[in-house]
Every structure is written in structure tokens, then in C-alpha cells.
């Protein structure tokens, strides 16, 4: 069983930034990619970035490029997510993923992830 336990969410004001972590653990964690997702009130749960865990390929929604940097530290077994520049838009509670399979078509797609995280209130006033 692959555990995934998020943490570093909170307030900030527009324009500062946050980063959000994503601890694995487990018997055996052996999974191709990990992924963030992040849900607001009332609306579905939409994509915001992945990275495949050996060759460190990262994929992006375009609504976070360029603000946004994902990043695993395989030592650790822990996926982070750095958000800069962050808009009132990105009020959300982020959750991290894992997946068997890293491809760049398939990692937006939520039912492509086999375990998720709790996830962590990211909150950004005005």
C-alpha cells in the first residue's frame, strides 16, 4: 500500500508564493510518475502539474506555466510544488497522485492515478 501525505499548504497574499510537498511511503513505492491536482468549491478536480519519477520529465496546465515548478527528490520519496506569482484563481485544496504509467497525454486525466493524498487547503486573498 503507497501512502502519499501532502503538506505546506495555507494563506498568502496574491502574489507571494508557497510550496507544497508530497511525502511517499509504503512497502514498495515504485511508481513511473506523480502528479498535483486541485479542486475549489464547487468545481471538478482539475490538473496542474506531473513529473515522471526517474527522468524527471514535467508536464504543466497552462494555467500554472511559468509560475509553477514541480520536483521530486527521489532520496526522499517526496514530490514538491513550488507556486509563485499565486492569483485569488488558484484557491484550491491540492492534492498529490501516483501513477503507473508517465504519459504526457494521460497524466491530466485523474482515473490515470491509483493513489492519492489527503490534500492541502491553498488559500490566496486578494
Known amino acids: 500500500q503507497v501512502q502519499l501525505v501532502e503538506s505546506g499548504g495555507g494563506l498568502v497574499q496574491a502574489g507571494g508564493s508557497l510550496r507544497v510537498s508530497c511525502a511517499a511511503s509504503?512497502?514498495?513505492?515504485?511508481?513511473?510518475?506523480m502528479g498535483w491536482f486541485r479542486q475549489a468549491p464547487g468545481k471538478e478536480r482539475e490538473f496542474v502539474s506531473a513529473?515522471?519519477?526517474?527522468?524527471?520529465?514535467?508536464v504543466y496546465a497552462d494555467s500554472v506555466k511559468g509560475r509553477f515548478t514541480i520536483s521530486r527528490d527521489k532520496a526522499k520519496n517526496t514530490v514538491y510544488l513550488q507556486m509563485n506569482s499565486l492569483k485569488p484563481e488558484d484557491t484550491a485544496v491540492y492534492y498529490c497522485?501516483?501513477?503507473?504509467?508517465?504519459?504526457?497525454?494521460?497524466?491530466?486525466?485523474?482515473?490515470?492515478?491509483?493513489?492519492w493524498g489527503q490534500g492541502t487547503q491553498v488559500t490566496v486573498s486578494s
Open positions: 509504503g512497502r514498495t513505492f515504485n511508481y513511473a510518475g
Open positions: 513529473i515522471s519519477w526517474n527522468g524527471g520529465s514535467t
Open positions: 497522485a501516483a501513477t503507473a504509467i508517465f504519459s504526457v497525454l494521460r497524466v491530466r486525466v485523474p482515473s490515470t492515478y491509483g493513489y
